[in-house]
Nanobody, 116 residues
Framework: QVQLVESGGGLVQPGGSLRLSCAAS????????MGWYRQAPGKQRELVAS???????AYADSVKGRFTISRDDAKNTGYLQMNSLKPEDTAVYYC??????????WGQGTQVTVSS
């Protein structure tokens, strides 16, 4: 079992920055991939960024060059640094951990609102 708790969301003006955190507990050693997803009202949940245990990363085209995913294994925490935020980035952001047995665990989500 893996438990995930996101934090760092909030209201920010266009062009601003936020850093989301995802604190993991439980069977942390089994986390293979950590990903950030988002879901805007009336839209499907979409993958924003992911990072594998070896450090390789992947990003949605819409956030490339603006968002950076990272992980600090010593702190059992993953991060999503979001810069140059746009109103279309407004959504609930979720952290997901995929274990080596390909089991998925989700956090509760954190709201990000980009508005002037």
């Amino acid at each position: 079992q893996v438990q995930l708790v996101e934090s760092g969301g909030g209201l920010v003006q266009p062009g601003g920055s936020l850093r989301l955190s995802c604190a993991a507990s439980g069977s942390i050693f089994s986390i293979y991939v950590m990903g950030w997803y988002r879901q805007a009202p009336g839209k499907q949940r979409e993958l924003v960024a992911s990072i594998r245990s070896g450090g390789s990363t992947a990003y949605a085209d819409s956030v490339k060059g603006r968002f950076t995913i990272s992980r600090d294994d010593a702190k059992n925490t993953g991060y999503l640094q979001m810069n140059s935020l746009k109103p279309e980035d407004t959504a609930v952001y979720y952290c997901k951990a995929t274990t080596s047995r390909l089991l998925d665990y989700w956090g509760q989500g954190t709201q990000v609102t980009v508005s002037s």
